[in-house]
């Protein structure tokens, strides 16, 4: 790029955030987030003993799993979404009665399914699971044709959220198969490894890797966005395409498979330091990224040894990505609604998130959890329920630090009032 180029070819953030939608539908979506992943915490101390033990498949502890994965990263991801999605693509965002719909039967989907866990109750799990699927599959659609209505160009960050869209409804496709496996049409424990690595490479794995393709360039200030290429998502694919293979009792093809991941994660390390080395701000927020993608990297490796703390130390890295990247995505989002109501381009939104935010709590999320996931791994291999105790505990610090940092940084921006014209 030329440097000496005039200043209005310089790098702006391609987004149009006079598409964002009412507030009400992410809010809803990341505070029932908040909610499970509270909960998930707290169970997480009074399963110390089971999980220790390695019991995996005790009915309260898929219960703990479930919220995480369905009640946390997935209703994280789809609040997120419905403000990302008309902002990134230049697209109407979904009626807000329709999201609300989608968003009450999801949240009962998901309610009925752990209290079928809970109580071992299959019809109730059938239940849950089939409004679930219902939910999922009427936001995909709608999803999809945001996506299909866009006049941005079919580029790697359009593909990216696409697959990850296809990839959430065929870890419930891969559900419903793993309950036939129950059943004996094929061997359970193959269809579950791939049920979850479908969850966390098919649905957030792609999700999180197109999404910071946008955000990290805006957090940096960098020109780099762009020159950065899809090669991650296209290693986590074919590792996925190896693990869905390895259900024909191939296991080796499911290390083959991690291996591709290991090569995803390290590309994505070096693509991110390459934008924040071209980027004038240097945020903080990447000292938490870069906790969570060791920790993901880490899991990667331990899943080429088909090792299940590889899903423990994923969940902490995934908690530790969204914390750190919500410590910025919040204020923004709230920002733009402030924004809209006041006099003055909507653009300032940008400055007043900038004023919002707090500056050091990536720092924070990034060293609980780091914390986190050491005292889980110790629990497990060193069978001491205690630690991982303390690494619930270290959970419930991060979800409180996160919502006082996030509560006083957006009072704070609130009343300097920045830009107000």
């Not at 979904?94 to 609300?100: F, K, S």
Request: glycine share 10%; charged share 10%; proline share 5%.
């Amino acid at each position: 790029m030329d440097h000496n180029a005039p200043e209005n070819t310089r790098y702006k953030p391609s987004i149009n955030i006079d598409q964002a939608p009412r507030i009400i539908v992410p809010s809803l979506f990341v505070g029932t987030a908040y909610g499970f992943v509270i909960v998930a915490a707290i169970m997480l101390i009074f399963l110390a003993k089971p999980l220790a033990e390695g019991v995996y498949g005790e009915p309260w502890v898929l219960v703990m799993v479930h919220c995480f994965t369905l009640g946390f990263l997935t209703m994280t991801a789809m609040g997120i979404l419905h403000q990302w999605v008309p902002v990134v693509f230049d697209v109407p965002p979904l009626g807000t009665r329709q999201a609300l719909v989608i968003y009450v039967g999801y949240l009962l989907g998901v309610l009925v399914f752990v209290w079928g866990f809970a109580e071992q109750w299959w019809p109730v799990l059938a239940i849950g699971g089939g409004v679930l699927a219902f939910s999922v599959l009427m936001w995909s659609i709608g999803v999809l044709r945001q996506l299909g209505h866009s006049s941005k160009a079919r580029d790697v960050v359009y593909q990216g959220i696409r697959g990850a869209v296809i990839g959430l409804n065929l870890v419930w496709v891969l559900g419903l198969f793993m309950a036939l496996s129950f059943l004996g049409w094929w061997p359970a424990y193959a269809v579950l490894r791939v049920h979850i690595a479908t969850a966390l490479v098919g649905w957030m794995g792609f999700l999180i890797l197109t999404v910071q393709l946008k955000l990290n360039p805006m957090f940096s200030m960098s020109r780099a966005e762009g020159k950065t290429s899809g090669i991650p998502l296209m290693l986590s694919t074919g590792g996925l395409g190896l693990a869905w293979l390895s259900m024909a009792s191939f296991a080796m093809l499911f290390r083959i498979g991690a291996v591709f991941w290991v090569l995803a994660v390290l590309t994505t390390m070096s693509q991110s330091v390459y934008v924040f080395a071209h980027g004038k701000s240097k945020d903080r927020v990447f000292v938490g990224v870069a906790s969570a993608w060791l920790l993901l990297l880490v899991s990667s490796i331990l899943a080429v040894w088909l090792n299940p703390l590889a899903v423990v130390v994923a969940f902490w890295g995934m908690f530790t990505l969204i914390f750190s990247y919500q410590s910025r995505i919040i204020p923004f989002v709230v920002a733009v609604a402030v924004a809209k109501r006041l006099p003055g381009p909507n653009f300032k939104a940008f400055f007043m998130a900038q004023a919002m935010h707090s500056k050091n709590q990536p720092i924070v999320a990034g060293m609980l959890g780091l914390a986190g996931a050491v005292l889980s791994i110790l629990g497990r291999t060193q069978r001491l329920p205690i630690l991982d105790e303390m690494a619930g505990f270290a959970g419930l610090l991060l979800i409180g630090t996160q919502v006082l940092n996030l509560m006083t940084a957006m009072a704070r921006g609130r009343n300097k009032q920045p830009l107000r014209q």
